[in-house]
């Protein structure tokens, strides 16, 4: 399951910890294997137990989605023949879309 390209890394992460967690793996060798932190082991532990296979997918997130004006990142790419920008940074290459 952790090699399928048709799952997603961090849902086949969960699944590993909680795999790991059945062979009663200690969390201490759960987190060293998965390179994840003995609170996350926990807490994907305690998190399968209440809720089952479905706890493990992603919950919905707080918050407005962000808003990707496609017509302006074709206009930005397509901006000065299609050099990149003289100086790369965060500003140079989000600032023509973001209206900035």
Known sequence: ????SSVRAGLAQRA????LAADGLPIA?????????????AGWRARYE?????ALED??????????DEIAVVVATLADE?????RLGGDAL???VAGR
């Open 94 to 96: 989000v600032g023509p």
């Open 59 to 68: 919950q919905p997130r707080s918050g407005r989605q962000p808003e990707i």
């Open 1 to 4: 399951m952790t090699r399928s």
């Open 29 to 41: 060798e759960i987190a060293r294997r998965t390179g994840t932190s003995r609170p996350t082991v």
């Open 16 to 19: 590993r910890i909680v795999l």
């Open 82 to 86: 299609g050099r990149p920008p003289q």
């Open 50 to 54: 209440a809720g089952g296979v479905a």
